[in-house]
């Protein structure tokens, strides 16, 4: 019904960058964001946007670092990664829910896409 299709993942050197994309298909999807989960950790909420784009809400260990984007003209979000750090590295997972409040918890999505890593060597 709905899929959700990371990439732009890679291993980069601390301080270099990195942009993810994620793309949906199928029914409109509203609200969405990115997650991560490094090994032998839990996932954990890093960015989300509005259908609109308008609000956007960050993680505090990404701010000023991360920017959330999206094209719905290409039923697209990105991720640019900047400034990347060694703590940084994770895999990063896309998700979208069917309603327009942004949320920060992962159980109220409803559709996840299946991860892309993002590796940062110091």
């Known amino acids: 019904q709905v899929q959700l299709v990371e990439s732009g993942g890679g291993l980069v050197q601390a301080g270099g960058s990195l942009r993810l994309s994620c793309a949906a298909s199928?029914?409109?999807?509203?609200?969405m964001g990115w997650f991560r989960q490094a090994s032998g950790k839990d996932r954990e909420f890093v960015s989300a946007?509005?259908?609109?784009?308008?609000?956007?809400e960050y993680a505090d260990s990404v701010k000023g670092r991360f920017t959330i984007s999206r094209d719905n003209t290409k039923n697209t979000m990105y991720l640019q990664m900047n400034s990347l750090k060694p703590e940084d590295t994770a895999v990063y997972y896309c998700a979208g829910r069917l309603k327009r409040t942004i949320v920060t918890t992962r159980h109220e999505y409803d559709y996840w896409g299946q991860g892309t890593q993002v590796t940062v060597s110091s």
């Open positions: 199928g029914r409109s999807i509203y609200a």
């Open positions: 946007i509005s259908w609109s784009g308008s609000s956007t």
